[in-house]
């Protein structure tokens, strides 16, 4: 049994927005006694994070008796890809055209190096993950990338695709809740209102 998360993004927080947002996301969590002001070694992929309050509940829905949270909340301020970890998005849709590209392939596949120096995805002409997974690395770099649409030809910036069931989102500020039964919809909409009305993915992933 691995380790699973549920992030709420913010999809328009600009870079200068993100630390005042994050603060004021966490002021509200910590008052509400969902997580705890203090930060400890309660998360993955941060040093320190937000451990569960003693109202956590406030965040969940009806639980079975041996479900409650047993790590806490890391708050990502800074460009980011989040992505589902070993769930890889299966297709993702043009802002223009509204067309839907299937992804077949592992995004990172061709950052993994065959034994014999060839990369797997790279062989394959037609897979469009490499343009998409090379965009994701430039805009992580850069804050800047396009991508050509394999339907309409155009290119669109690529925070502007939709990616099927959220399984990744690009953003500036992100609030990540590692091993938490499932958040309601009512709490991320309540999330998402301190976020001065932004768009907000929601992103579910396991590693
Ligand atoms: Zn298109």
Redesign the pocket.
């Known amino acids: 049994m691995g380790d699973y998360f549920q992030t709420i993004v913010d999809l328009d927080a600009s870079a200068a927005d993100a630390e005042r947002l994050a603060r004021r996301v966490v002021d509200r969590l910590v008052t509400e006694g969902i997580v705890l002001a203090e930060r400890t070694d309660c998360v993955l992929g941060r040093p320190l994070g937000h451990p569960p309050g003693p109202s956590w509940a406030r965040a969940v829905g009806d639980l079975d008796a041996d479900e409650e949270p047993w790590d806490g909340l890391a708050v990502h301020i800074g460009r980011t890809v989040f992505d589902g970890g070993q769930d890889s998005p299966e297709a993702v849709t ?6 839907t590209t299937p992804l077949e392939s592992d995004p990172y596949d061709e950052f993994l190096p065959e034994p014999d120096g060839r990369s797997t995805a790279a062989t394959d002409a037609e897979d469009p993950w490499p343009r998409f997974a090379t965009a994701l690395a430039t805009w992580q770099t850069t804050g800047d990338a396009m991508v050509v ?6 290119p ?1 910036p690529l925070p502007d695709w939709t990616w099927t069931d959220d399984r990744l989102a690009l953003g500036h500020l992100g609030f990540e809740f590692w091993n938490w039964p499932e958040l309601t919809d009512d709490f991320r909409t309540r999330l998402s209102g301190l976020l001065d009305g932004h768009r907000t993915a929601y992103v579910w992933g396991k590693i």
């Not at 043009?94 to 067309?99: D, K, Q, S, V």
């Open positions: 043009c802002p223009l055209c509204a067309a649409c394999p339907a309409c030809r155009c669109a």
